[in-house]
């Protein structure tokens, strides 16, 4: 049974950072895309950002590039999201997914198998 599970969020001032992680167990995930996505209250769901387990290709929201990282250790069976210079924007709750599909699909969170209960971001101005 896959079980992904967040942890790392809080609350930050605009402008702090905050790094959230992904435990994900239940399979070997070498042939998965590991995914963040974001909801703010009253708006969908929206791609953050995504990395293909065996090879680490990343993939960001253009809102994000050069603030957040994403990244894994193999070892830990674990993906991160480090988050610089948040912005009150980036308020919402961050959700890691899993899916096992093709590049043009990372950015649907319709397309992912597997997700976690979320962690809450808040970021105050």
């Known amino acids: 049974q896959v079980q992904l599970v967040e942890s790392g969020g809080g609350l930050v001032q605009a402008g702090g950072s905050l790094r959230l992680s992904c435990a994900a167990s239940?399979?070997?995930?070498?042939?998965?895309?590991m995914g963040w996505f974001r909801q703010a209250p009253g708006k969908e769901r929206q791609f953050v950002a995504a990395m293909r387990w065996s090879d680490g290709s990343t993939y960001y929201v253009d809102s994000v590039k050069g603030r957040f990282t994403i990244s894994k250790d193999n070892a830990e069976n674990t993906v991160y999201l480090q988050m610089n210079s948040l912005k009150p924007e980036d308020t919402a709750v961050y959700y890691c997914a899993a899916a096992t599909l093709g590049v043009p699909f990372v950015y649907y969170s319709s397309k992912y198998d597997y997700w976690g209960q979320g962690t809450q971001v808040t970021v105050s101005s």
């Open positions: 239940g399979r070997t995930f070498s042939r998965y895309y």
